[in-house]
């Protein structure tokens, strides 16, 4: 049953999941979609998916959408902002797709503090294709990939930190994680307010469950996740409206 709250806005649906049981992807787009619901911006809205588990959200979302090769989220949704201004442009991506594949149009986008949202889904791997190794892999984590541990050393890649340094004073910039759902929505919905107020750049990396690839029950999921906040602290990095580049950090 559909709690009064979100009677009004959600509309019960027939149509299946297309994430695994227990997958974060779910929790991060039930949010997404509940923001863009409260601030009215469906019809202005575009959602620019890239190859990975976040394609399985094409069809979510009745706002329009488009997908884009692995790791070209970034710069097409760049391009259709400078096409269509008013647009709200969402792009959703995986750690793979952001911090390999997709990095050089990542910072480019932050270091011109191009006004759009990016959306990206930490969950140490690239899930769809397997669970191999990824720039975000946990110290020693065995993925398929790398039965024998990630070769991360002690120093994954910190997204939000490194983008923090080159941006902008208008950007926002923060890390979330799928337990603590409250902080995270507030997050993204602070991310995207930044766009609509023209401030530039807008980005949250949010930790997220695999338990299909991390071959993990519940309880080991959750567990599992408490580990990747212990390595990569949640909270917001930058915040225009608070002092600078400012790290206030909180449990999530
Ligand atoms: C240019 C290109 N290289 C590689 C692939 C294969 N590929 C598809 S999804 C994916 C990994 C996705 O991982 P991530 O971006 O972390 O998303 P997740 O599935 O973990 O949510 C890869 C390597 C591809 N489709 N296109
Ligand atoms: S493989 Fe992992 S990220 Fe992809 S849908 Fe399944 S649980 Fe979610
Ligand atoms: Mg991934």
């Known amino acids: 049953m559909i709690s009064p709250r979100f009677a009004s806005t959600i509309k019960p649906s027939s149509k299946p999941s297309n994430f695994c049981p227990g997958c974060g992807h779910s929790i991060i787009l039930k949010n997404l979609g509940q923001i863009i619901s409260d601030l009215k911006i469906e019809k202005k809205t575009v959602f620019p998916i890239d190859i990975g588990c976040s394609l399985l959200a094409w069809d979510f979302f009745d706002v329009d959408t488009f997908q884009t090769h692995h790791g070209r989220t970034t710069a097409a949704a760049v391009g259709q902002k400078r096409a269509r201004p008013d647009a709200i442009i969402l792009a959703y991506m995986g750690d793979g797709g952001g911090y390999a594949i997709g990095l050089q149009n990542l910072v480019h986008a932050c270091y011109r503090n191009e006004n759009i949202t990016v959306i990206l889904v930490n969950n140490t791997m690239f899930s769809m294709t397997g669970g191999q190794m990824a720039p975000t892999s946990l110290p020693h984590e065995v993925t398929s990939s790398s039965p024998?541990?990630?070769?991360?050393?002690?120093?994954?890649f910190y997204g939000p930190e490194m983008l923090a340094r080159e941006a902008h004073d208008g950007a926002y910039i923060a890390r979330a994680a799928v337990s603590n759902p409250g902080q995270m929505k507030a997050y993204m919905q602070k991310a995207i307010q930044n766009q609509i107020?023209?401030?530039?750049?807008?980005f949250v990396e949010v930790l997220s469950y695999c338990p299909t690839n991390w071959k993990t029950n519940a309880e080991q999921t959750i567990r599992f996740l408490e580990k990747m906040k212990e390595t990569f602290p949640v909270g917001e990095i930058k915040n225009p409206s608070l002092s600078s580049r400012a790290h206030s950090t909180s449990s999530g």
């Open 148 to 156: 024998d541990g990630a070769f991360t050393q002690d120093k994954p």
């Open 197 to 202: 107020d023209g401030k530039g750049f807008s």
